[in-house]
């Protein structure tokens, strides 16, 4: 592969992109950038503030805001806000916020700049389609909704032993998330030009990475 390269691993919800986008990036000793993590931070930060979607400041209030991205951690106010991005509020709101032409445009010029200076994996809904149309590699990993509904369900269920959850839920949660970040009319959850589509309803993690990995590899040998 050549000295600075850009893999970029898009797909829907619980596609398992971020573990896989991580771990790959472990194993080739890169950076790895959840580009949903600067969203969530932008939502959180809005939220704090009480600044809804339909503020007519929020454009003025993010640009006011200091974000620092190092080693794939978003910092806001010099502030590392990994412990937020996850919070129920920050998840049930990220969709609406990420679907406003101020916060793209925001938080494009974040994405672009992490990888001026180092090799990147970076997962999303439009990395391979909008913020690196020039990516060295491009993947969009998928799963049936079904599928990809369980292992949310497991997840939580593993996190959290003592509540109570419905699966039914989860698969309804899915279906709606989907159905924004398809259906948007900014940076729409497409399968981007060039990209390999995996569908790893039957493969495990370890599965879907060597897969990844055969890729890259086939690739770099055919060059
Ligand atoms: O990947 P993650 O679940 O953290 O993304 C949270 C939300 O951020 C997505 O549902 C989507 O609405 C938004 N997002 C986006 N474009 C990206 C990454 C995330 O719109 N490249």
Known sequence: MSSSYIISIDGPAASGKSTVARKLAEKLNITYLSSGSVYRAITYVCLSK?????DENLKDFINTQSFNIEHGKVFVNNQDYSKF??????????????????VREFALTLLRDVAKHESIIMDGRDI????????????FL?????????????????????????LDNILAEIIKRDDMDRKRE??????AENAILIDNSKLNIEETIQAIYNSLHKKTGEA
């Open 128 to 139: 391979g389609s909008v913020v690196f149309p020039n990516a060295t590699n491009k993947f």
């Open 85 to 102: 991005l996850s919070l129920p509020e920050t998840e049930n709101a990220v969709s609406s916020y990420a679907s406003l032409a101020c």
């Open 50 to 54: 009480n600044i809804k979607p339909s």
């Open 186 to 191: 900014l940076s729409p959850l497409i399968v």
């Open 142 to 166: 998928t799963a049936s909704q079904e599928v990809r509904a369980k292992r949310r369900y497991d997840e939580f269920c593993k996190n959290h032993p003592n509540e109570k959850i419905n």
